[in-house]
């Protein structure tokens, strides 16, 4: 659905991506993941036609370059930062956006009630946005980007700074979404929701692809061992291991000197553990 | 063109909602101009005392008299200036209601009691203020038969006033011989009470009679000012042209700050995401900005027209004006905004442009008050071509054809502003 070739973009001296290559299947949620600075929104905004890349090409396969307009009609963008009026209530929000994209009478209406229930706003509609909240915000921000209900949508974090239940709603429209056959472009840094919810995922880091697959591929190639814990009494022991359950069948069987097992813990190796060996563990500001 | 019309509307629905935005573009334009021409007209003139302004063509003694009674009267604020222009100019601006011209050979005249030319007044009066009209011409007259106690109390001017009266009723044809004898009898009876003014007595005035003369000591003229197309015909015609200028400008503030404000909101990148081109998201917002200039004026010109008496002078001109205005403001707002990477920065900057921009452009002084140096600067200001195509539609007159010029002006600065703005918008974009 969505490629990427070879795409170099740079701000001035600093290089934003590097030749990244990326391929985003028709249907699959696609999970882009870095730390701050890796080159992700730069990304996304040269794949919604927002930036053109200095090298390169993006397109959408069988479309063209998102910069055509006619491309632009089949994604759905919910932005980083709230792109949203804050005087107009969220129907005259979702009414201005989807005139933008040829939506009218009866068809527009439908949409607009479609997208406010499925986000959990249809009892607000006629309340202005500036009054809403920051989950109510964001859920309207994602009801903005599936108004004119297109087969590919780009959300950047679009749980940020959410509450717990917005941040479920979100999530469950996520997964609806993918269930629908839609692509979704998902940038987060939380990664248990990239585990919860993506086909595949992307490791970004200084404007590079660092790897690539599905969650279960990269936790087996970089997410190393599992870390058993055995506690003895206030004895605490590690053990990294390939094959959990045999370490702990091993210790339970053995002699060894000392207080009796009292509590055993496995920690398998995630996708934030493949995150942090990929990108280090230094912070970036 | 749909999209277009739906951004329009979109950025005149929030023009609307923010009230303070709404309040500088629509309302307080109206009441500058409402102020402003009440502050210049006298239609808010709190001392209930009537503006004269008075000239002295005579020069003598009997005029200078004339004047300073004009001066003392009750319910009148007298200035003097040196020329009958100045004053009629002053009155068609509305700076004062009247007009009073003491004409040349008054001092001959005041002498003219009883024969000759009579003492002859003057007042011009504006055309809308008709009731003061009554009111002057009652104080003219008590005013000059004030300068007859002033003869009467003159034993020799008394006398001489008296021989030439006798002299001219004599010779006259068109008073019969028993006139002829009552007036000498009258005039007789008067030399006694001049005498005895004279010896320190006093006596009773004699009443005259007759027919087929009419005795017309005082001659007072009151006129109306003559409509004139190349001036306003109140105050209210200079300040709401001014009003205008300055509701263009809150037009342009606010459409130029919106663009700002999108683009640090995020809505922007929402827009320029969408099928929409560049140039479409422009056309709107230029398209917002232009129905809110057209409105602003449309209010402004209702208001004046309904309620403060000023009249369009030239309609045709003036639908030309309103749209072409509006499209030169277009371009201010398209190259504040373009060039405005932050709404802190458009604020600022809009604040500097604008009011350098009105000042010098007449925004805030009118452009004929200003000195010869500044008018020239003032080219390169579009609030002092919107000023003169509005000016100049509303009471100078002007056809759609003499303005060719100013809207000439005005249409390659909203032109050049505009793609200006959007090759800064572009290139800020792409960065």
């Given amino acids: 659905m969505l490629i990427l070739r070879d795409v170099r973009k740079a701000y001035g001296k600093t290089v ?12 699959e949620v696609f999970g882009l993941l870095g730390p701050n600075g890796a080159g992700k929104t730069t990304t996304i905004s040269m794949a919604i036609g927002l930036v053109r890349p200095d090298a390169g090409s993006v397109e959408l396969e069988g479309h063209g370059p998102p910069t055509d307009g006619n491309v632009r009609r089949l994604i759905g963008v919910a932005p980083q930062s709230l792109a949203l009026y804050d005087q107009l209530t969220a129907e005259e929000n979702l009414e ?56 590919m949508l780009l959300l950047d974090e679009p749980t940020a700074g959410v509450d717990p239940q917005s941040r479920n709603n979100i999530l469950e429209l996520v997964r609806s979404l993918g269930a629908q056959g839609r692509t979704v472009v998902y940038t987060t840094h939380y990664m248990e929701e990239a585990q919860r919810l993506c086909d595949r995922v992307a490791v970004m880091d200084q404007g590079r692809l660092m790897a690539l697959g599905t969650v279960h591929e990269l936790v087996e190639r970089h997410g190393g061992r599992s870390v058993v814990t055995f506690e003895r009494g206030e004895q605490i022991e590690h053990v990294q291991t390939d094959d959990p359950l045999r370490a702990i069948s091993g210790a339970l069987s053995g002699h060894a000197p000392g207080p009796a097992i009292s509590g055993v813990r496995i920690e398998r190796p995630s996708l934030e553990s493949v995150f942090l060996t990929l990108t280090g563990r230094s912070l970036r500001d | ?143 000059a038969f004030m300068q007859m106690g ?24 068109d008073v019969s011989a028993p006139q002829k004898l009552l007036f000498g009898t009258f005039f007789t009876a008067l030399d006694r009470l001049v005498a005895s003014q004279r010896a ?38 200079i300040s709401f042209p001014q009003g205008i200028v300055w509701g263009l400008m809150g037009c342009v503030t606010a459409f130029g700050l919106s663009l700002a404000f999108e683009r640090t909101h995020g809505t922007l990148m929402r827009l320029t995401t969408s099928p929409l081109s560049r140039s479409t998201i422009l056309l709107g917002k230029a398209l917002a900005c232009f129905v809110a200039c057209v409105i602003v004026q449309v209010m402004l010109l209702a208001v004046a027209v309904a309620l403060f008496n000023v009249r369009i002078a030239s309609p045709v001109a003036m639908v030309f004006a309103v749209a072409i ?49 500044l008018k020239t600067a003032s080219s390169v200001s579009p609030f002092k071509w919107a000023t003169v195509v509005v000016e100049g539609s509303l009471w100078r007159g002007m056809t759609v054809f003499e303005l060719a010029t100013p809207f000439a002006v005005l249409i390659g600065m909203g032109i050049v502003g505009y793609a200006i703005g959007a090759i800064a918008f572009r290139a800020a974009d792409a960065r």
């Avoid at chain 1, 009892?123 to 202005?128: A, C, L």
């Avoid at chain 2, 003097?80 to 009073?100: I, P, Y």
């Avoid at chain 2, 009691?113 to 009554?134: H, K, L, N, Q, Y």
């Avoid at chain 2, 398209?334 to 442009?353: Q, T």
């Fill in chain 2, 200 to 237: 320190g007595g006093a006596g009773e005035p004699a009443k005259a009679e007759g027919s087929g003369f009419a005795w017309r000591p005082v001659d007072v003229q009151v006129s109306k000012l003559e409509a004139d197309p190349n001036r306003p015909n109140n105050s209210y015609a």
């Fill in chain 2, 150 to 173: 002033r003869l009467f109390n003159d034993p020799a001017k008394m006398t001489a006033q008296l021989d030439r009266a006798r002299a001219s009723i004599n010779n006259s044809p």
């Fill in chain 1, 96 to 151: 201005f956006f989807g005139r933008l994209y040829d939506l009218r009478g009866k068809r527009l209406v439908e949409r607009v009630h479609a997208v406010l229930d499925a986000v959990g706003l249809l009892p607000r509609r006629r309340d202005r946005v500036g009054a809403f909240s920051g989950g109510m915000k964001r859920r309207m921000n994602l009801a903005v980007a599936m108004l004119h209900d297109p087969p």
């Fill in chain 2, 1 to 143: 063109m749909d999209a277009i019309f739906a951004l329009a509307m979109k950025d005149l629905r929030l023009l609307l909602r923010d009230r303070a935005n709404a309040f500088f573009t629509f309302v307080f334009p109206l009441l500058l101009a409402m102020f402003f021409g009440a502050v210049f007209g006298g239609g808010g003139g709190g001392s209930g005392r009537m503006d004269v302004v008075a000239v002295d063509l005579d020069g003598g003694p009997a005029a200078r008299a004339f004047l300073a009674d004009l001066a003392a009267a009750d319910g009148l604020n007298v200035t003097t200036t040196t020329t009958r222009a100045d004053g009629e100019r002053q009155v068609r601006r509305g700076a004062v209601q009247a007009l009073v011209v003491v004409p040349k050979g008054f001092d001959e005249s005041a002498g003219n009691m009883f024969s000759g030319t009579p003492m002859r007044i003057e007042a011009v009066v504006d055309p809308g203020r008709s009731a003061e009209a009554g009111l002057l011409t009652g104080k003219l007259n008590e005013i």
């Fill in chain 2, 325 to 373: 205005s509006s499209f030169g403001f277009v371009g201010v707002m398209m190259l504040l905004a373009g060039m405005s990477r932050s709404e802190g920065a458009a604020a600022g900057m809009g604040r500097a442009l604008i009011l350098v921009l009105a000042m010098i452009g007449g925004g805030t002084i009118p452009v004929f008050f200003m000195p010869d140096w």
């Fill in chain 1, 16 to 27: 934003a991506v590097d030749g990244l290559s990326l391929r985003v299947e028709a249907g």
